[in-house]
């Protein structure tokens, strides 16, 4: 860092702490980012991995966020087009569950709560002889089909991270909050890194996005607590692919909660997710037997391929800090925001803390927060991110097809499924990445699944990635596709083990 003083300083780098840096840092105001582990290294790596409105919400009469949350996925296809796409979810019709004049009305809600430009609407899918049908046991015979969008939350991110840095961002990785003090000027903030060296640093204000260390956050700056959260595992599976094609399905399960079953990384399917209350450190969390078992099931129910956990590849969980607003289950507890503004005693200096949220809204929430703080220092600029594109995500016009076809003319040495990742990636940056690169062997040590060592240069310099579990797991999801032998020569390479998180399939 080149001062110690800012006008902000956020706590956790997580998906709402990274955008809350871009935003601000956009804005003309100071930023240090500081997050204790790797960017995105808890829950904002372990979400289901989808920009969607939330069509179950409607039931709970969340009209607010779905809209905001419809509204989010056209400006993240927008800015970010390289992680964010478009995915056909179909909703196979079982009347015991929900009439079909209910899903009919929830569905022209969800197409009509927020203009949609970029997404095709809803429609019923007689499922006899239709693809959508194949996969699903042969007595269901009706579906709808609706849109929503994929996301790289990993990758968005380090891209929000990137941007922050870009406009000149401190970004503190493997760098703890110890604690801090507030005076009438601002917070006297205590650090510590990896190697136990401790720093002190001036803030104006802070920002506390810890997520599910929110409360310990608060604890060590001695504030009063203005919210509580609640504690909600969300675990997935991921299983050998069960059908052909590029649709997700969203099965609607006997607790009548929802489960989906997304095609993934080529290969595989990825199932998900449960809400199980959870004890303990949110760093610990795994996939119970239990939690594995009801997803097993919730397919075994509509699909002709009745998966069981011995099929499992991998599994992961991540802790949703979801805001306490009393719900007797953990599945009604609501998926929306709150933003506490704390002045102490008097007009001391702020701080903001942040209860719940969801990946989809994190832009908004972002642009929220940043509004209360800077209002608070009387300086609150004009939001911007909106219509700025995240790093890759200059397109120059072109869709992703497109711009795909395109690099694929300028590369042809590159193999089209290592382009395809890399372009799904690194979007506009994969020639800056390059840097001239006209050969494989020009891409320096192979490690196995299109990995090279100059993709790992740009991910330790560009990006933060310290160790194998950053690469193979957060940055890219290779962990998946590279064999043992690979692994182990980057995780050697790194001076860290390979898959903390999880293992390659046998």
């Not at 979810?89 to 899903?103: A, C, Q």
């Not at 709150?338 to 200096?349: I, K, T």
């Not at 911007?384 to 003319?409: H, I, K, Q, V």
Request: charged fraction near 25%.
């Amino acid at each position: 860092m080149a001062s110690d003083s800012f006008d902000l300083l956020v706590i956790g780098g997580g998906i709402n702490g990274a955008g809350i840096a871009r935003d601000a840092q956009g804005r003309g105001l100071s930023t240090c980012l500081v997050e204790r582990a790797d960017l995105g290294g808890a829950t904002s790596s372990a979400s289901s991995k989808l920009i969607h409105g939330g069509l179950r919400y409607l039931e709970q009469y969340e009209f607010r966020l779905v809209r905001e949350a419809l509204a989010e996925r056209e400006v993240l296809l927008r800015i970010a087009p390289h992680i964010v796409w478009p995915m056909r979810f179909v909703l196979p019709h079982r009347p015991e569950m929900r009439p079909r004049w209910m899903i009919r009305a929830g569905l022209f809600l969800y197409d009509h709560l927020a203009r949609r430009v970029s997404l095709p609407g809803a429609e019923g899918v007689a499922l006899a002889g239709h693809a959508y049908g194949a996969p699903l046991r042969p007595d269901i015979t009706d579906a709808f089909a609706y849109s929503d969008c994929w996301v790289e939350d990993s990758r968005l991110v380090v891209l929000n991270a990137r941007d922050a840095a870009a406009r000149g961002a401190a970004v503190l990785v493997r760098t703890t909050f110890v604690g801090a003090e507030r005076d009438a000027a601002g917070w006297t903030c205590r650090l510590r890194d990896e190697a136990g060296t401790h720093r002190v640093v001036r803030a104006r204000a802070l920002v506390n996005a810890a997520g599910p260390w929110v409360m310990q956050a608060q604890d060590a700056a001695h504030t009063p607590p203005h919210g509580r959260v609640r504690l909600v595992r969300g675990s997935h599976i991921v299983l050998p692919a069960l059908y052909a094609g590029e649709q997700a399905y969203i099965l609607q399960n006997d607790d009548r909660r929802v489960v989906f079953v997304i095609p993934y990384e080529g290969r595989f399917s990825l199932v998900g997710t449960t809400d199980v209350p959870h004890a303990g450190d949110p760093r610990e969390a795994r996939c119970s037997p239990e939690e594995a078992e009801y997803l097993c099931a919730a397919v075994a129910r509509q699909f002709r391929a009745a998966p069981a956990p011995a099929d499992i590849v991998w599994t992961y969980s991540g802790v949703r800090p979801l805001h306490d607003d009393g719900a007797a289950s953990a599945s009604e507890v609501t998926r929306d925001y709150v933003l506490r503004v704390d002045r102490g005693a008097g007009e001391e200096a702020p701080l903001l803390t942040i209860y719940g949220g969801k990946i989809t809204t994190f832009r908004r929430l972002a642009e929220d927060a940043v509004g209360e703080i800077a209002g608070a220092l009387g300086r609150a600029g004009t939001p911007w991110t909106a219509t700025s594109a995240l790093p890759g995500g200059e397109f120059g016009g072109l869709d992703l097809e497109a711009f795909t076809a395109e690099a694929a003319r300028r590369h042809p040495w590159m193999p089209a499924g290592m382009l395809r990742r890399m372009v799904r990636a690194y979007g506009s940056d994969l020639d800056a990445l390059l840097g001239g690169a006209g050969s494989l062997a020009a891409m320096g040590e192979a490690f196995g699944a299109g990995f090279t060592e100059r993709e790992l240069a740009w991910l330790t310099t560009r990006e933060w990635a310290r160790t194998a579990e950053d690469v193979l797991w957060r940055r890219s999801k290779l962990g998946l596709h590279m064999d043992a032998a690979g692994q182990a020569r980057l995780a050697a390479r790194l001076g860290a083990p390979a898959a903390l998180t999880g293992s390659p399939p046998a």
